[in-house]
Each structure stands twice: as C-alpha cells, then as structure tokens.
C-alpha cells in the first residue's frame, strides 16, 4: 500500500508552532483529527477539523480522561497496511487508517517544578497521549510520530515532496518518540517515588542527551561522548556557547566545568585560573585585565594549557594581555568584537576555545551532584555553601583585623574548589599558593609554601584556609613558619585546643565555620 499521509490525529499541550503545522498538512489535502482545546486554536485559525469523538462515534467521557482511547483510534494507527488480515479486519470494523499522529504530552514536570497539590500532579498524568505516542511509534514503518514542535518544518518538507515521510525519518521519529514517553514516564516514578520519606526517591530517571561524541576520555585509548542534562537550569558547560577554537575533549570539558564552579562562587570582577581541575590562579580587581594579570602572576608555570575564566565580558585589552599564554579555554559571560578580533589572529590563538557562559544566571541550584561508582550511584545535594565569614567563630586570644577577614574570606571561597586535603595562602585579592589532593594535610600545607616561594610570591602576613580540620598542629605550624597571620577552618578536631594553642603561640587569629568543603 501507499504511505502517503492522507490522515494525521493532532493533539498538543505544548502549542507551540501547531497551527502553521496544521496549516500545512491540510494544504496538502490531509485530513485533520483533533480533540479538545489543539481542535479550538485549530478551528480558531480558519482549519477544518474533525473531532476525534465524531471520527470515534463515541463522546469524551470521564472529564476528558477518555476521549482517544477507542479502536477507531488506536486500530487507526497500530494496523499494518502490508498485512491482508489486519487490512480484513479494519475494513470490517469501519476503521480509517491514521498515517500521522503530531502528539505531545500533559506538562507533567512543568506543573510539578512550580509546586502543586498531589491531586493536581495526578491530573497531569497523561494516559491517552503516551498510548497513541507508543501506538504510532511502534508501527513507524506506515505511520510517522511526531512528538517535537522542532520537527514540523522537516516533515512538511518531506510531505511536500511526494506526501509521503521517508522510512529514514519514521524510524529517527519513532526513536525520538519512545525517549520522550520513557522520559515522561520516569519523571512521575520519580515524582511519586519522593512521596515518601527519601530525600531523593526510591529511584532515578534521567534521559541525558547526546551532545557529541569525543575523540577521546582522559586518554586516548578511551572512548568518550558528552550528554546534557534532561532540563538545563542556570549556568553549565553542556548549555555553553562555543565561539571558536577546536572541538572540546573530555578533560577540557572536566576542567572547564571546575572553572565555572569557582568562579560562580564570586560577585566581584573575578579571574581564576584552572589546571587538571584545582586552582593554580585566582584573584578579584576592578577590571578583567587586572584580575588576569593577578591571576597570572599566582603561578605562571602550571596556568600554561589552562583554563582561564572570567564572570564579566573580556575585552580586547584582557585578550591581549592573554594571547601570549597557551590556554585550552577561555570562559567568560561574553567577548567584545575586538576581543574576538583578537583570537582570530592567528592560527594558534584561532584554537583556543572560547566559550560563552554566564557564570551569575540564577538557577540549577537544586540539581544534585552525581558521581559514579562500580556497580552504584552516589547521590547529594550540591555544595552550596560559599562565604561563611559572617558566622565563622573566633577561638583565638587576637581576633582577625577587617583586612584578613576580607582574605579569609577569599580564601575560604576558593578552598571549596580545591582538591581535599586541601590548603589555600590568599590575601585580600588573589591566591599566594595552593597544595591540593594530598594524603596528609601538613604535606598540602608544605606544598602550599613552596608552590608561593617558587612563584616568588610573598607568604608574610598571607592568611591560611583549609577545606576541612587540622588533625595535628603540624600543617598549621608550616603555615605560620611561611608568615600567615590568620586561618580559617571548620573545626571539630579531637586536638582543636593544640591547634589554638599553636595560633595563640604565634598571634595569630583563628576562625572556625563549623563546615567543612571536601572535594574528592
């Protein structure tokens, strides 16, 4: 038999593009079934539409919960044209064949994400949408899906071409169709499965989308690819735009999203600088060229193949003072046209990655952090907690001065983004050494000093954070060799009155956040 669409059922919630659809299907003579209110805007933009119960003979019923659940529906689409008996069969039952069937479902997760009463999230649990989506999808080879307001025009394009959807696109429509009613569907298990007294449910659903294949994972004898996330809310890499430079690799794209984090924690101009995901720079100025120069200067060995990135636009005078630095990528809000100009000098520069993102777009705060595990998934809340210098406790005999509470402060924001053990030496306006990842944390602290001393940066009168509690006064004792003058730390030590004792020793101030920022 002929696929050509002679027949299609369109029923919407997400009404998005549906009558210029509509408009064109019935400008190839395609009859339209509808139902509800997708018949009302149809009918209201001049179409001729036959109601699904008319097609049916039989009324909605239920308050509409029943209204394409029928035979005429279902036999309309799941009967296959190439076999004689379903042909016998739908003829004997009075059946039209339905070629096409545009359908999207009830906005489920839009309704639930605003907060609703559990009997409404319910009544936003399609049944007849999802059944026909799977009818249609299934017998895809005589029947096209469409589920995605994106894949009107395409359709059009074909059905204007002889009225018929290629077999290519049915089948690439059908695929598409059952991810949405598997998405759909995982997102009421969730939803009903937090009903209880989990956090965060008896299961997860997630459909991630293919953003693109890798050359490689972390090394090149691995095979890698890079998904979105199902809805993308405030800033990420996967939703960032790339202006130039070659295709991103999958340690690109760690390290970049380490950059993003750090530099989200600041409102101030800020510039930091990333190497295999620790902070080898990071300081905060009136403008991008001062903070990249301070940025710099925090380490200029281990910034070469580095991310750089900013939270204000780079200009062409910050593009200048970067271009004679290797840099993998560069990651700012946005870049001015001589910036631009810039990096589209040469060839070299031409495959820096730019990549356009805002790290103060408001939202994703709720998304929770994931990490997998052989054989599991481990689940938790982000790590949100930034600046705790309001609330941090002073132990010490001397308290802080307002210029190292504003280090500490520094300090203590960058910490976070550090590797566990982790020790950070700041001033009030850019990191003075950093040691990260280490087995003890008086080795973190060492590290810190020497990666300072090596840079020719000076440690007198710096401050100290360290992501978690000094077990022993040890590290903290290499600090105060180094000059720092204060500390910041969680506290909670079995040995927290050595460690004061050690700071009252050497008159320093010590404050205590009662949080601690592991990162493994």
Known sequence: MSKRIERALVSVSNKEGIVDFAKGLASHGIQILSTGGTASALRDAGLDVVDVSEHTGSPEILDG??????????GGILARRDDASHRDQVAANNIDYIDLVCVNLYPFAEV???????????ENIDIGG???VR???KNHDDVAIVTDPADYASVLEEIADGGVVSDATRKRLAVKAFQATAAYDGMIADYLGKQGDSSFGDTIHQQWRLVQDLRYGENPHQKAAFYRAPSIGGPSIAAAKVLQGKELSYNNIVDADAALQLVMEFDETVCVAIKHTNPCGAAIADTPIEAFTKTRSCDPVSIFGGIVAFNREVDGATAEAMKDVFLEIILA??????????????KSLRNVRLLEIDPRLEGGAN????????????????????????TAKSVTQRAATDAERRALDFAWRVSKHVKSNAIVLANEDRLVGVGAGQMSRVDSARIAVLRAREHGLDTTGCVVASDAFFPFPDGLEVCA?????????????????????????RNMAMLHTGIRHFRH
């Open 65 to 74: 919960r029943v209204k394409t659940l029928h035979p005429k529906v279902h």
């Open 112 to 122: 639930t994400a605003r907060g609703c009463s559990f009997e409404e999230a319910i």
């Open 130 to 132: 999802p059944s026909m």
């Open 135 to 137: 009818s249609a999808a």
């Open 333 to 346: 809000p946005s870049f001015t046209a001589e910036a631009l100009a810039v990096y589209s000098s040469t």
């Open 367 to 390: 998304a929770p952090d994931m990490k997998r595990v052989l054989g599991g998934l481990l689940v938790q809340n982000r790590d949100l907690e930034g600046s705790a210098i309001a």
């Open 481 to 505: 060799e180094a000059g720092a003058t204060a500390v910041i730390q969680p506290g909670g030590s079995m040995r927290d009155d050595e460690v004061t004792a050690i700071a009252d020793a």
